[in-house]
C-alpha cells in the first residue's frame, strides 16, 4: 500500500470512528439514563452475578458467532485441512476478528466486572447494561466494517473505547480509595502518559 493509500484509509477510518463513537454515547446515555433501574441489586454478590450474565451474552454473540463463521467455512471448503494453505478473504477477516475479539473480551469483562463493583444499587447498574449492549454492537460492526474495508473496522471501535473507559474509571476510583484526590487523578494521568510515548515510539521511521 502506497503512502497515500494509507493516508486515504486513516482519513476514512477516523470518519467511521467519529461517527460510531457518536452513535454509541447516544445509545449508551439512552440506556443508563431512560430505563427503569433494576431491583434487587443492592448486594455486591447480586451485582457480579449480573456482571457475569452480561459477559456470557457478550461472549456467545461476539464470540461463539464468529467462531462458528470459521468454522463453518473450514467444513464446506479445502480450508477443513487448516495446513492446506487455503484462505478466502472473508476467512482471514473472520479469523483476525477472531483474535481482535479475544483480546477484547478480556479488557471489556475486567473492566465490567469492576465497574459492577461500584454500581451502588440497581440505578447505577443500568451502566453495566448499557455498556454490555454497546459493546456487543460495537463488535458487530467492527466485523461488518472489516469485511467491506480495513477502514470501515473504525465503525466499532467504540466497543474497545468502552473497555479502556470502564477500567480507567475502575483504577481512578480505587486510586481515590487508597490517596484521595491525587490517587484517583495518578491513574488516570499515567495511563495518558502512556498513551502519548506509544504513539510517539510506535511511529514509522524514515
Given amino acids: 500500500m502506497s503512502g497515500d493509500d494509507y493516508r486515504a484509509q486513516r482519513r476514512a477510518g477516523i470518519g467511521w470512528i467519529v461517527a460510531g463513537g457518536l452513535v454509541a454515547a447516544a445509545l449508551w446515555f439512552a440506556i443508563d439514563r431512560l430505563t427503569p433501574p433494576l431491583a434487587g441489586l443492592e448486594s455486591l454478590g447480586e451485582r457480579m452475578l449480573l456482571a457475569l450474565k452480561c459477559v456470557c451474552l457478550a461472549v456467545l454473540f461476539c464470540l461463539v458467532a464468529v467462531v462458528e463463521a470459521v468454522a463453518h467455512e473450514r467444513l464446506v471448503s479445502p480450508a477443513f485441512d487448516p ?18 475479539t479475544l483480546e477484547q473480551i478480556v479488557i471489556f469483562a475486567a473492566g465490567l466486572f469492576g465497574l459492577a463493583v461500584y454500581c451502588a444499587d440497581g440505578r447505577a447498574m443500568r451502566a453495566v447494561v448499557a455498556s454490555t449492549a454497546v459493546w ?20 466499532g471501535m467504540a466497543g474497545m473505547v468502552v473497555g479502556m473507559i470502564q477500567l480507567l474509571y475502575v483504577a481512578s476510583r480505587f486510586g481515590g480509595e487508597l490517596a484521595g484526590l491525587w490517587g484517583a487523578a495518578a491513574p488516570i494521568a499515567l495511563f495518558i502518559a502512556l498513551e502519548a510515548v506509544l504513539f510517539w515510539t510506535t511511529r514509522p521511521r524514515a
Avoid: D, K, M, P
Wanted: zero cysteines.
Fill in 136 to 155: 456487543i454492537l460495537a463488535r458487530f460492526a467492527f466485523w461488518i466494517g472489516y469485511h467491506r474495508s480495513a477502514a470501515g473496522r473504525g465503525l
Fill in 83 to 100: 495446513l492446506a494453505g487455503f484462505e478466502t478473504r472473508r476467512l482471514r477477516v473472520n479469523q483476525r476478528y477472531l483474535q481482535n
